[in-house]
């Protein structure tokens, strides 16, 4: 069964840059379209960035120009590089496949963006 620890997230000011980890049990980034998802309070869990198996990159609206997902094949993990963050950008984030169906979720990274 696939295992997915995210870690990275912190509290942060405005303006300020995170870089989130994502390890995995098992070689599915070469396989799997992957992403990162958010989960703000009292909303519901979107997906912000997203990997393909061939490396095309694609983002929510919102994120596109400061954020960046990458992905290591040979660590097995998935980043997502934050820039330029914004208070909105808080949220739990997550990675898992980047499709209607999901492996187990982690536990989620808390990112927090205040001053």
């Known amino acids: 069964q696939v295992r997915l620890v995210e870690s990275g997230g912190g509290l942060v000011q405005p303006g300020g840059s995170l870089r989130l980890s994502c390890a995995a049990s098992?070689?599915?980034?070469?396989?799997?379209?992957m992403g990162w998802y958010r989960q703000a309070p009292g909303k519901e869990r979107e997906l912000v960035a997203r990997i393909t198996p061939a490396g095309s990159t694609s983002y929510v609206d919102s994120v596109k120009g400061r954020f960046t997902i990458s992905r290591g094949n040979a660590d097995n993990r998935l980043y997502l590089q934050m820039n330029s963050l914004k208070p909105e950008d808080t949220a739990v984030y997550y990675c898992n496949r980047a499709a209607d169906t999901w492996y187990p979720w982690g536990q989620g990274t808390q990112v927090t963006v205040s001053s």
């Open positions: 098992g070689t599915i980034f070469s396989i799997s379209a």
